[in-house]
Each structure stands twice: as structure tokens, then as C-alpha cells.
């Protein structure tokens, strides 16, 4: 992506758009129906990946480098192939050569095409080396111990600005590599962009404002690691039954991988386990798949909790350097970021999760006349970065929404009192909605729904916020509240595309079938009730079925917070296609004109006779009788804009001053995510995210040794938060209405992550005095930042 120099700012403000909450007018719509997976899941039907059983299936296990980088001279497999049970062994002396994104992106995907299945160059503590499929998982582990290799052992770099500076290893240097942005510099990605002028607006702030802020590793840690099944169905084409986020990106990617064609794959996803990103990338199918293609015989590859860690993806740890100047009013007239990502030892990902660092946190304060935002990722000898829920605006919210606070205590302003000033409203836009998409430019839009303003105001009621803000205890445990506020995006505006089928069945039932995946989000029952909302069933009557290549239509997964409104959105035109259909054949057998008609319950009404005929006697009518035709609909949705849900988050902690440790001990969310399809479930995305979010804030880490090795890859060693660790938490829907979306939806799943960690870190500061500008916030890094804060008083 080339760098942009102040784009045209819209010639007038953007027309405000009224905001409404139609919500109370539905049936089906805003209500907490049953999950239509719900008894299936509890009792334990619901068939994952592994539930179901193959005959002569083979397990695959891989044997991985223990360099962080190096050149494999020397590949034996003597050994390994002469042990009883081994079937097939794989490498990059005996697998094609086809370099390739494991990023489960929109094609042409912006990520560079810089891995191949095997290679002779491995990159860090964890790379591939070989694969072994055998009659059991112990028969495949002790080949791979029998393999030999020899490696000419390189320098590594564990640093990413390190790794940019003149004179780092290489870490790509292969003649083949596309997309990298500057592979001899370690440069996988690079964005820029700037409206007005930055350094002309800093000069002429009453007040400059610039830190640095760290974020490091984090594993998505799904309950189900990742899991991919192959065989051959009876046409010989290749079955992946696969844990993935993006079944359609997975067939097309392993197409390309394998060298054969996209109809010679089937792609199903059954049920799955968690995600969260970590399974919008497509690295072990066609390994799986190679397997029974040269064997013929079904295979299997399940990850161990380690191998989650170290052989899987991560969040991109990030360094933000932020700059804002302000006015002596509080009024921001510039904004400045520059992110720095480490992107691993290859760049899935790299360029669009820094753009996201940069792209949803700076149009939160729209009215800085002057935005600077420079995004590099770098490769580094370590383990790779991909998609992690947040997307980068985790990281860009961090450094924002901590500088807030420090902006606000400079200024002697509360930090609601700044933030009320600088945020944008509904009808406003920004001018980084143009110029800095995913990848690429973005789209210009206004905000046609926004309750920022109320969600301020109500979390501020709920967590007493006067009164705590004041009051911090006697003695050493001291307590604080902190804020933040965020805001995301509802899919990625002119790339993202969802297509649904509804078929209506002789009993009144309908078909739903979509390529949108669930990955217990409760997206199968989401999507059920729009369909069931705009053909007047109740949701029961909605039969749906997703993520099958063969027979569902294409969607491009679940992520960047797209299912709901992009998804939802080809169900809905799908949907009401139907009904016009069923309301002309309605209109034949009463005689009466379509307009005249209604759908109710599962009946077409007549407006003026009252009489009325059911779905099922219409479906027998089209199917049997006169102009005979099936009762469907295909249709596909696509937005070129990504409205935004809005949230403020507020943390209470108590910071033991002796010890360091900090103990959250409340949390409120108050979140506008339009209408809320099914809003237990909305609130259950929120407060997973903002679980999620909080861990990541107080414990979670990957730690290395010298060697660059992860010595803590297990979940004794790795500490993650669940239930046992839930603070007191409040979770409140601000309804507005987004018009853009279907029924007046916008997203949710994403947002609440990128919360805790500022908000908790401000509560931090609140409570004793000491901002810190690195996650996670341990007993130790506190305890440190206490005694450096007091060692002058104490001199």
C-alpha cells in the first residue's frame, strides 16, 4: 500500500443521520430464542472434527526445528521409513515447491507469499521440517525421532527493530518470495499515511503529548486445538473435514498448495470448538490432504496444547509510539501513531492487522485536524502472527486510550469530560476511513448509528465513577477506576461477501443454507432468526445448514466481525426474496393483488378479507399444482461500509502497593451494537471478549530463551484466565439502529477485547500514581514501577 498525502476531506460535513431503535416492532428479532444447536451441544450430538470415526485412518505428526533459523543440508528418512507402520513421509526434498499465504484472506490475498508446504530454510524454534503419517500417532512420533538432519545453523533475530536495521540476518531471502514489502530489510508490510500535516500541527499545540507502548505475544487458546481430517469420497475427490474459520479461503488455498483444481476439493466444517482467529489460517489441510492423496487412505493431524503455542499463530506483539497534541481546552488537533509489528518468522496477516492498529483507533477522535499513521511489521525468528480477535485494535487502542488518560491528568480535565469532548457522533465521519482501510484505501462513511455518548454516561452511573475516581482506601491495597472507549467495524467494506439459500419445503418449513461459519459464536441461530424475522416463522421453522463447499454458498468466513452484518445480510434479501415469492403465489390463489397480502405466522393474510392461507398449503400449490416452480432464493450481500459498534469500558482494581499485585475487582461494559439479534448471545460475545481482553492485560506472556525457544508452552506455565478468575461483571446493550445493517445490526465479537487493557492500566494509575506502558501488568512490573515512582521522595 503506497502512502497516501492528505486525502480530500469531504467538502461538507456529513449529513447526520437520525438514529432509531425499531427493535420493539419484533417477533422474532432482539428476542433470546433458543440456540437451534443448543440440545445438541448439551447432550453431546453435535459432531467436531474428531467425532467422527474412519477406517484405516493415519496419523501425521510433524518433526520441528530446534534452530530459529538455519539451512537444512542434509534430510535422511532411511530410518524412519524402515520403522513397522509408517506409511508416508513428507519433506521438502519430495513435496512441490509452491510458495503461498497460510492467511485465510480474500484473494489476491495483501499478505506475502513467503511459505511453502516444506522448505530447505527453516525460521524459528518450531518450524516444519518433515512430516510422518503412520498406523498410530506413537509410530508416527518415534519416526519423526528417526529422521536425521543436518542444519547449517544461522544468525537469528528476536528483536523486530533489530531486525530492520542495516545488517540484520535475512530471514527471507529466497529468489521466489512475492508481496514481502522489503525482504532485505526483514520488511514484510509497510503502510503510510497522512492527513494535513502532523509536525505542523504538533508545533502549534498548546500541549505535545508522546510515549511508548509494548504488547506482546498471545495464544488464542480455543478448547479444540486445531484438527483437520482428509479422505477420499467415492468420486476420488478430496474431503477436508477441518476446524477452520474459513472453509471456502482453506479449498482455495489447498487447491494452490496441492496443484489441483478447486472442484476436486470438498471442504467441510462440522462443529468447532473455539477460534478466535487462530483458525482463519490454512496451514495443516493440505498437509493432511498430500497425505491421502499419495496413500489413498484417510489421515489426521490434531495439534497438541503445545503445538498450539509455538506451532501455530499468536497476536502480532506490537511497539505503538504515540504522539497527540492538544489544545489548552482539551480539544485534539493532531494525531500521530507509528506501529511496529512482529510478525514472526513469516507475514500472514502482517500488513492488515498493523493497518487495523492505526485504522479503528484513530477515527475514534475525529476531530484532530491533522493524522499521521505510519504501520511496519517485521519478520522476525520467532513464532508467526496471524489473525487474533481485536486485529490490530487491540494494540492501536492501547497506546490511545492510555495517552488519554495522561492528556487528561496534564490538563487537570476528568478523562470522561476529554473523551465527551473529542469523540465522534452520529452523521460525523473521519477522514482515516478513506484513506487507511485493510490493506489498501478504505471507504468514506458516516456514522448512520452511534451511542457513544450514552454509553459514557451510563457506565459512569454503574461504576460510581465520582466517588471512585476519589476514593482509593487506607493502607496499601489502594484502589482506582479507569476508562477507555472503542470502537471497531462491522466487516471490511468492499471486500467482504456472504451469500445464503432459503428454500421453502412442502410443510412450511424452510431450508437456510449459508457459507458463514460458526465457531460457537451462536452464529447458526443469529442467522436463523433473520431469516425467520423476514418470513414471519417462528425460528423452528428454520432449518439451517453451514459451511459445506459443495453445497452451501460462498461466504468468506468468520472474521473481522462480518458474520452478523455481512452474512446476515445476504440471508435477509435472501429471505425476503422468498416471500415475495410466496406472496405472488399467495396472491393467485386468493385473487387478490400482492400488495394487498402480508405474511403472518407462517400464513399469508389478506389486509382486506382476513382470509389466509398457509406456507405449507402455497409450497404444495407451487411444487404440485399450477406454475409449478420451487419456492428460493440466492442472494449475496457485500457493504462498502463497516459501521462501527461502540463501547466504554470501566475497570475497578485494587493494587496491593507491597507486592505489586492487581486484582480487578469490577468491570462494565456498555456496548451499541445496533440491534441485538439475540441478545443473550450478544452479551456472552462481550463478555468473552472482554475475559479475553482482561487476561491478556493482568498474565498471559510467552517467554523465551536464548535460544528463542517458548519455555512456557503449556497452560501449567501459561496463565489464562477462566472462570474461577471473573471479576464482578456488568454487561449493558445500548440499542441504536444501524440502518446499513440487517434488521438495524452492527458487530459485536470483536470490540470488548480491546478494552481491559487500557482501561485497567488507567485504573492502575488512578489507584497508585504509576502508569504503565507494557502488558501484561504482573505483580512484578507493578511492584517496579511503585518503588522507581517513590525512590526520589525517598532520596
Same mark, same amino acid.
Given at each position: 500500500?503506497?502512502?497516501?498525502?492528505?486525502?480530500?476531506?469531504?467538502?461538507?460535513?456529513?449529513?447526520?443521520?437520525?438514529?432509531?431503535?425499531?427493535?420493539?416492532?419484533?417477533?422474532?428479532?432482539?428476542?433470546?430464542?433458543?440456540?437451534?444447536?443448543?440440545?445438541?451441544?448439551?447432550?453431546?450430538?453435535?459432531?467436531?472434527?474428531?467425532?467422527?470415526?474412519?477406517?484405516?485412518?493415519?496419523?501425521?505428526?510433524?518433526?520441528?526445528?530446534?534452530?530459529?533459523?538455519?539451512?537444512?543440508?542434509?534430510?535422511?528418512?532411511?530410518?524412519?521409513?524402515?520403522?513397522?507402520?509408517?506409511?508416508?513421509?513428507?519433506?521438502?526434498?519430495?513435496?512441490?515447491?509452491?510458495?503461498?499465504?497460510?492467511?485465510?484472506?480474500?484473494?489476491?490475498?495483501?499478505?506475502?507469499?513467503?511459505?511453502?508446504?516444506?522448505?530447505?530454510?527453516?525460521? +524459528?524454534?518450531? &518450524?516444519?521440517?518433515?512430516?510422518?503419517?503412520?498406523?498410530?500417532?506413537?509410530?508416527?512420533?518415534?519416526?519423526?525421532?528417526?529422521?536425521?538432519?543436518?542444519?547449517?545453523?544461522?544468525?537469528?533475530?528476536?528483536?523486530?527493530?533489530?531486525?530492520?536495521?542495516?545488517?540484520?540476518?535475512?530471514?527471507?531471502?529466497?529468489?521466489?518470495?512475492?508481496?514481502?514489502?522489503?525482504?532485505?530489510?526483514?520488511?514484510?508490510?509497510?503502510?503510510?499515511?497522512?492527513?494535513?500535516?502532523?509536525?505542523?500541527?504538533?508545533?502549534?499545540?498548546?500541549?505535545?503529548?508522546?510515549?511508548?507502548?509494548?504488547?506482546?505475544?498471545?495464544?488464542?487458546?480455543?478448547?479444540?486445538?486445531?484438527?483437520?481430517?482428509? +479422505?477420499?469420497? %467415492?468420486?476420488?475427490?478430496?474431503?477436508?473435514?477441518?476446524?477452520?474459520?474459513?472453509?471456502?479461503?482453506?479449498?482455495?488455498?489447498?487447491?494452490?498448495?496441492?496443484?489441483?483444481?478447486?472442484?476436486?476439493?470438498?471442504?467441510?466444517?462440522?462443529?468447532?470448538?473455539?477460534?478466535?482467529?487462530?483458525?482463519?489460517?490454512?496451514?495443516?489441510?493440505?498437509?493432511?490432504?498430500?497425505?491421502?492423496?499419495?496413500?489413498?487412505?484417510?489421515?489426521?493431524?490434531?495439534?497438541?496444547?503445545?503445538?498450539?503455542?509455538?506451532?501455530?499463530?499468536?497476536?502480532?506483539?506490537?511497539?505503538?509510539?504515540?504522539?497527540?497534541?492538544?489544545?489548552?481546552?482539551?480539544?485534539?488537533?493532531?494525531? &500521530?501513531?507509528?506501529?511496529?509489528?512482529?510478525?514472526?518468522?513469516?507475514?500472514?496477516?502482517?500488513?492488515? @492487522?498493523v493497518c487495523n492498529c492505526g485504522s479503528k483507533a484513530l477515527p475514534l477522535y475525529n476531530k484532530a485536524k491533522n493524522v499521521g499513521f505510519i504501520g511496519e511489521a517485521a519478520y522476525t525468528n520467532l513464532p508467526v502472527g496471524g489473525a487474533?480477535?481485536?486485529?490490530?485494535?487491540?494494540?492501536?487502542?492501547?497506546?490511545?486510550?492510555?495517552?488519554?488518560? %495522561?492528556i487528561a491528568e496534564k490538563l487537570g480535565m476528568d478523562p470522561l469530560a476529554l473523551r465527551r469532548k473529542n469523540h465522534i457522533r452520529l452523521g460525523e465521519s473521519s477522514p482515516v476511513f478513506a484513506a487507511l482501510g485493510e490493506g489498501k484505501?478504505?471507504?468514506?462513511?458516516?456514522?448512520?448509528?452511534?451511542?457513544?455518548?450514552?454509553?459514557?454516561?451510563?457506565?459512569?452511573?454503574?461504576?460510581?465513577?465520582?466517588?471512585?475516581?476519589?476514593?482509593?482506601?487506607?493502607?496499601?491495597?489502594?484502589?482506582?477506576?479507569?476508562?477507555?472507549?472503542?470502537?471497531?467495524?462491522?466487516?471490511?467494506?468492499?471486500?467482504?461477501?456472504?451469500?445464503?439459500?432459503?428454500?421453502?419445503?412442502?410443510?412450511?418449513?424452510?431450508?437456510?443454507?449459508?457459507?458463514?461459519? %460458526?465457531?460457537?459464536?451462536?452464529?447458526?441461530?443469529?442467522?436463523?432468526?433473520?431469516?425467520?424475522?423476514?418470513?414471519?416463522?417462528?425460528?423452528?421453522?428454520?432449518?439451517?445448514?453451514?459451511?459445506?463447499? %459443495?453445497?452451501?454458498?460462498?461466504?468468506?468466513?468468520?472474521?473481522?466481525?462480518?458474520?452478523?452484518?455481512?452474512?446476515?445480510?445476504?440471508?435477509?434479501?435472501?429471505?425476503?426474496?422468498?416471500?415475495?415469492?410466496?406472496?405472488?403465489?399467495?396472491?393467485?390463489?386468493?385473487?387478490?393483488?400482492?400488495?394487498?397480502?402480508?405474511?403472518?405466522?407462517?400464513?399469508?393474510?389478506?389486509?382486506?378479507?382476513?382470509?389466509?392461507?398457509?406456507?405449507?398449503?402455497?409450497?404444495?400449490?407451487?411444487?404440485?399444482?399450477?406454475?409449478?416452480?420451487?419456492?428460493?432464493?440466492?442472494?449475496?450481500?457485500?457493504?462498502?461500509?463497516?459501521?462501527?459498534?461502540?463501547?466504554?469500558?470501566?475497570?475497578?482494581?485494587?493494587?496491593?502497593?507491597?507486592?505489586?499485585?492487581?486484582?480487578?475487582?469490577? +468491570?462494565?461494559?456498555?456496548? &451499541?451494537?445496533?440491534?441485538?439479534?439475540?441478545?443473550?448471545?450478544?452479551?456472552?460475545?462481550?463478555?468473552?471478549?472482554?475475559?479475553?481482553?482482561?487476561?491478556?492485560?493482568?498474565?498471559?506472556?510467552?517467554?523465551?530463551?536464548?535460544?528463542?525457544?517458548?519455555?512456557?508452552?503449556?497452560?501449567?506455565?501459561?496463565?489464562?484466565?477462566?472462570?474461577? &478468575?471473573?471479576?464482578?461483571?456488568?454487561?449493558?446493550?445500548?440499542?441504536?439502529?444501524?440502518?446499513?445493517?440487517?434488521?438495524?445490526?452492527?458487530?459485536?465479537?470483536?470490540?470488548?477485547?480491546?478494552?481491559?487493557?487500557?482501561?485497567?492500566?488507567?485504573?492502575?494509575?488512578?489507584?497508585?500514581? @504509576?502508569?504503565?506502558?507494557?502488558?501484561?501488568?504482573?505483580?512484578?512490573?507493578?511492584?517496579?514501577?511503585?518503588?522507581?515512582?517513590?525512590?526520589?521522595?525517598?532520596?
Amino acid at each position: 500500500m503506497s502512502p497516501v498525502k492528505s486525502p480530500a476531506r469531504p467538502k461538507k460535513p456529513a449529513r447526520p443521520v437520525k438514529s432509531r431503535n425499531s427493535a420493539a416492532g419484533f417477533k422474532v428479532v432482539n428476542h433470546n430464542v433458543e440456540k437451534v444447536d443448543g440440545i445438541c451441544l448439551a447432550t453431546g450430538v453435535a459432531q467436531f472434527v474428531d467425532d467422527r470415526k474412519f477406517p484405516g485412518l493415519l496419523f501425521i505428526k510433524f518433526l520441528y526445528s530446534p534452530h530459529a533459523h538455519a539451512r537444512i543440508t542434509k534430510i535422511d528418512t532411511t530410518h524412519a521409513e524402515q520403522l513397522k507402520g509408517v506409511r508416508c513421509i513428507l519433506h521438502y526434498g519430495n513435496v512441490p515447491r509452491v510458495l503461498h499465504t497460510t492467511a485465510g484472506q480474500g484473494y489476491p490475498e495483501p499478505s506475502p507469499y513467503d511459505a511453502a508446504m516444506f522448505d530447505s530454510k527453516v525460521r +524459528y524454534v518450531g &518450524d516444519r521440517v518433515a512430516a510422518v503419517a503412520a498406523e498410530t500417532s506413537d509410530i508416527a512420533e518415534e519416526a519423526c525421532r528417526l529422521i536425521k538432519v543436518e542444519y547449517d545453523v544461522l544468525p537469528a533475530v528476536f528483536d523486530p527493530e533489530e531486525a530492520i536495521k542495516a545488517g540484520a540476518p535475512v530471514i527471507h531471502d529466497e529468489p521466489d518470495l512475492r508481496g514481502a514489502h522489503d525482504a532485505k530489510r526483514n520488511m514484510a508490510a509497510h503502510v503510510g499515511i497522512e492527513v494535513g500535516s502532523v509536525e505542523k500541527g504538533l508545533a502549534k499545540a498548546d500541549h505535545r503529548f508522546e510515549d511508548r507502548y509494548e504488547l506482546g505475544y498471545a495464544q488464542h487458546c480455543p478448547i479444540e486445538p486445531h484438527v483437520c481430517i482428509t +479422505y477420499l469420497d %467415492d468420486r476420488d475427490r478430496l474431503v477436508i473435514r477441518t476446524s477452520t474459520q474459513v472453509p471456502f479461503h482453506a479449498r482455495r488455498i489447498c487447491a494452490q498448495v496441492l496443484q489441483i483444481p478447486e472442484g476436486q476439493i470438498r471442504v467441510i466444517k462440522p462443529r468447532i470448538g473455539g477460534g478466535f482467529g487462530a483458525k482463519q489460517e490454512v496451514f495443516l489441510e493440505y498437509v493432511a490432504g498430500l497425505v491421502t492423496l499419495r496413500t489413498r487412505r484417510p489421515a489426521k493431524i490434531e495439534q497438541t496444547r503445545a503445538e498450539e503455542f509455538y506451532a501455530s499463530r499468536t497476536r502480532h506483539p506490537h511497539i505503538v509510539n504515540m504522539r497527540i497534541g492538544v489544545k489548552k481546552n482539551g480539544m485534539i488537533e493532531t494525531l &500521530d501513531m507509528k506501529a511496529l509489528s512482529n510478525t514472526g518468522a513469516y507475514g500472514t496477516h502482517s500488513l492488515t @492487522v498493523v493497518c487495523n492498529c492505526g485504522s479503528k483507533a484513530l477515527p475514534l477522535y475525529n476531530k484532530a485536524k491533522n493524522v499521521g499513521f505510519i504501520g511496519e511489521a517485521a519478520y522476525t525468528n520467532l513464532p508467526v502472527g496471524g489473525a487474533y480477535r481485536g486485529y490490530g485494535g487491540t494494540q492501536g487502542f492501547y497506546a490511545l486510550e492510555s495517552m488519554m488518560d %495522561d492528556i487528561a491528568e496534564k490538563l487537570g480535565m476528568d478523562p470522561l469530560a476529554l473523551r465527551r469532548k473529542n469523540h465522534i457522533r452520529l452523521g460525523e465521519s473521519s477522514p482515516v476511513f478513506a484513506a487507511l482501510g485493510e490493506g489498501k484505501e478504505g471507504y468514506d462513511q458516516a456514522m448512520a448509528s452511534c451511542k457513544l455518548s450514552e454509553c459514557i454516561d451510563i457506565g459512569e452511573k454503574e461504576i460510581n465513577w465520582a466517588v471512585e475516581r476519589k476514593n482509593h482506601g487506607r493502607g496499601p491495597v489502594k484502589t482506582g477506576v479507569g476508562c477507555a472507549i472503542l470502537m471497531q467495524g462491522s466487516g471490511i467494506p468492499g471486500i467482504d461477501m456472504g451469500g445464503a439459500t432459503v428454500k421453502l419445503n412442502e410443510d412450511g418449513s424452510f431450508n437456510l443454507l449459508v457459507g458463514a461459519t %460458526d465457531l460457537g459464536t451462536g452464529s447458526d441461530t443469529v442467522l436463523a432468526q433473520i431469516a425467520a424475522e423476514a418470513l414471519a416463522v417462528p425460528v423452528g421453522k428454520i432449518l439451517i445448514y453451514s459451511s459445506d463447499t %459443495d453445497f452451501t454458498p460462498f461466504d468468506v468466513g468468520a472474521y473481522a466481525s462480518s458474520t452478523t452484518y455481512i452474512s446476515g445480510g445476504a440471508v435477509k434479501k435472501a429471505a425476503e426474496n422468498v416471500r415475495r415469492q410466496i406472496l405472488s403465489v399467495a396472491a393467485e390463489i386468493l385473487s387478490e393483488k400482492a400488495d394487498n397480502l402480508a405474511c403472518s405466522d407462517g400464513h399469508v393474510v389478506s389486509k382486506k378479507t382476513k382470509k389466509k392461507i398457509s406456507y405449507r398449503n402455497i409450497s404444495l400449490r407451487s411444487l404440485y399444482s399450477r406454475n409449478q416452480f420451487q419456492i428460493e432464493a440466492t442472494e449475496s450481500h457485500v457493504s462498502y461500509v463497516s459501521p462501527p459498534p461502540f463501547a466504554a469500558h470501566f475497570a475497578k482494581v485494587a493494587v496491593d502497593t507491597e507486592t505489586g499485585l492487581v486484582k480487578l475487582l469490577k +468491570y462494565v461494559m456498555t456496548v &451499541d451494537c445496533g440491534v441485538a439479534i439475540h441478545p443473550k448471545l450478544a452479551e456472552g460475545q462481550a463478555e468473552g471478549a472482554a475475559m479475553n481482553g482482561i487476561s491478556y492485560a493482568l498474565t498471559e506472556e510467552f517467554i523465551f530463551n536464548a535460544r528463542g525457544a517458548m519455555v512456557n508452552a503449556s497452560f501449567l506455565d501459561y496463565k489464562l484466565f477462566s472462570t474461577r &478468575d471473573l471479576p464482578e461483571m456488568k454487561t449493558i446493550l445500548v440499542p441504536s439502529y444501524e440502518p446499513n445493517g440487517p434488521f438495524g445490526a452492527k458487530s459485536i465479537a470483536e470490540i470488548n477485547i480491546n478494552g481491559p487493557a487500557p482501561a485497567i492500566g488507567n485504573a492502575i494509575k488512578n489507584a497508585c500514581g @504509576v502508569r504503565l506502558r507494557s502488558i501484561p501488568y504482573t505483580p512484578e512490573k507493578v511492584l517496579k514501577a511503585i518503588r522507581r515512582q517513590s525512590a526520589p521522595a525517598a532520596a
